[in-house]
């Protein structure tokens, strides 16, 4: 259904994704894994075909850098943050069926099997996240597309928001849909995923089952550390002088680091009078 | 490219349009202008024995100069940028719809909502003195609202070149509006004083005045109103009697590649950003 060969994007001399491959059955779910900026979301936009890119992607045979517009056809996305349209629910369904060429009717009805009815006449941006998440796979399953492409579908919900979609997901799968989508959170893949691609600084470092992935020798986990925002930048600098693979994100600093060596980054940090207000383990490959 | 999708998005351009607060408060400037100018110039029509439609008219192109390149100047400016702020180009994108066909729907929407504030100015302007002064000159009327249409065009045109290079819409809305007081700047004063300074040749002058729209603009649109020639100012003098009859044409088509040019390099610009 997806096949991917030699994928290479790059901006400059940065290669955002690095000569990635990978195939997908019908039917299949596939995690694209990774941290921020490990290439997640460009390798979404390449297979959309809105983005050059050096190598070649089919879906459904069709080449998205030759004919994007047929192959977006057959593609629903859910993108990660919904775009603020001046529209009600209802016109907003309107607009992406008739760009869509599909029934309006179909888009209403999975509103209301989504318990969101009674949002027709309401502005899109007055819905809450996980209100606006449900509108954003709504509108991507107009058509019938037989593929979803999800950029961090759970990363702005709330637990149980995020429990009702992997459940909804999981449904639209069983029903023979093939899923991409892009995550961090380990439990999320592990729920959703049949295949994981791991992205490291746009390069596939490991792909496989879930448990084939998990199983990888040289286990790392995420740690979130939370600083004084003077301390950030300084700290940033410090920990990547040490080789640990550091990014500012947010208020906060996310090290991917080897699940044995955890405490290295914290004990660096406080030895370099870096003062650590906070820090959590995010679980990793 | 798709019909049915052209149509969905140029009328999602119009009711936006629609809802814009500058949109509306450019349009109803020129419409309560145009009639206020109309009545204000039958007023004292008494004075000068001259018909209203002429006297209208020649109100009109000095009001349509300073708002028309506003109007499509800041209207085409937000277009792009401010669909990429929002996100929403990112999403209309990744739906089976082509880069080129977001590009002129937008703009034929845009270019659709413009006219129509335009034509109705225009069209209350020409009620009021109709009913005023009774319907002579009204053929030259009809020809100077499509003329200055297409100057609203041409301005939206350059408004979405400026649109499509910029990175946030306030940089492209202070581009524009440098880019309208150049324009309007550069008229039949600054002209004269540059033939006078540089002593140019009057295919020199003629040359540069054509390079702004506006002044191909205001020359053709005088030029229609053939009883006020004195009006042309010296590079529309040298044009008429370069092109002689064929003067109005000539700038028309001037004007339709103002809008082409900039509307084709703006595409390419556009659609390198996107698909970098």
């Given at each position: 259904m997806i096949e991917l060969a030699g994928v290479t994007k790059r901006y400059g001399d940065m290669r955002a994704v690095d000569d990635v491959s990978f195939s997908l059955a019908a039917g299949e779910s596939l995690a694209l894994w990774g941290t921020n900026g490990a290439g997640k979301t460009t390798l979404l936009r390449c297979l959309l075909g809105v983005t050059r890119f050096e190598g070649t992607i089919t879906v459904d045979g069709i080449s998205v850098s030759g004919d994007g517009k047929d192959a977006r056809r057959r593609i629903g996305y859910v993108p990660q943050i919904v775009p603020v349209f001046d529209l009600r629910v209802g016109e907003m369904i309107q607009l992406t069926a008739r760009l869509r060429g599909a029934d309006v009717r179909q888009g209403l009805d999975r509103l209301e099997e989504f318990g969101l009815g009674d949002t027709v006449k309401k502005p899109v941006a007055s819905l809450s996240g996980g209100m606006k998440q449900k509108l954003a796979l709504t509108l991507a399953l107009l058509g019938d597309p037989p593929i979803l492409l999800l950029d961090e579908?759970?990363?702005?919900?709330?637990?149980?928001?995020?429990?009702?979609?992997?459940?909804?997901?999981?449904?639209?799968?069983?029903?023979?849909?093939?899923?991409?989508?892009?995550?961090?959170r380990w439990d999320e893949v592990r729920a959703l995923a049949d295949k994981v691609v791991v992205l490291e600084q746009g390069k596939c470092i490991a792909t496989g089952t879930v448990d084939e992935v998990a199983d990888t020798p040289g286990e790392r986990v995420g740690l979130r550390v939370r600083l004084a925002p003077e301390t950030i930048e300084p700290a940033v600098t410090l920990l990547g002088s040490h080789g640990f693979d550091a990014s500012r994100n947010g208020h906060s600093i996310l090290i991917t680091v080897d699940g044995e060596r955890k405490a290295e980054p914290l004990v660096l940090l406080a030895a370099s009078s870096i003062p650590v207000t906070d820090f959590e383990l995010e679980e990793q490959v | 490219m798709s019909r049915s999708v052209l149509i969905t998005l140029a009328q999602r351009e119009i009711s936006d349009a629609l809802r814009n607060r500058w949109f509306i408060a450019y349009a109803g400037a020129f419409v309560v202008l145009s009639v206020a100018l109309a009545l204000l110039i039958d007023s004292s029509a008494g004075y000068s024995g001259v018909s209203g439609f002429g006297r209208t008219s020649a109100g009109l192109i000095n009001l349509v100069l300073f708002l028309a390149p506003l109007m499509g100047l800041t209207l085409g400016a937000q277009a792009l940028t401010s669909e990429r702020e929002r996100g929403t180009l990112s999403y209309l994108l990744a739906q089976p719809v082509s880069l080129f066909e977001i590009f002129l729907a937008k703009f034929i929407g845009l270019a659709i909502a413009i006219g129509a504030a335009i034509v109705t100015g225009f069209a209350l302007a020409t009620l009021t003195i109709s009913y005023l002064s009774g319907g002579k000159g009204m053929d030259i009327f009809l020809q100077l609202t499509g003329l200055t249409v297409l100057l609203a065009v041409v301005s939206l045109s350059v408004g979405y070149l400026i649109s499509s290079v910029a990175h946030r819409t306030s940089t492209a809305l202070g581009v524009a509006v440098v880019a309208w007081l150049a324009l309007v700047m550069i008229g039949d004063l600054g002209l004269m004083g540059t033939a006078i300074m540089f002593k140019l040749s009057p295919s020199?002058?003629?040359?540069?005045?054509?390079?702004?729209p506006l002044e191909s603009y205001r020359i053709a649109s005088i030029n229609l109103l053939k009883d006020s020639l004195e009006l042309l100012g010296p590079a529309g003098l040298v044009a008429t009697d370069r092109f002689g009859s064929a003067t109005g044409w000539v700038l028309t088509g001037i004007l339709a590649l103002w809008t082409i040019v900039p509307l084709a390099i703006a595409y390419l610009a556009m659609s390198r950003k996107e698909q970098r």
């Open positions: 579908p759970t990363a702005n919900l709330d637990a149980r928001s995020q429990e009702e979609l992997i459940k909804r997901l999981l449904d639209l799968q069983r029903q023979g849909r093939t899923i991409v989508f892009t995550s961090h | 020199t002058l003629l040359t540069v005045t054509i390079l702004n």
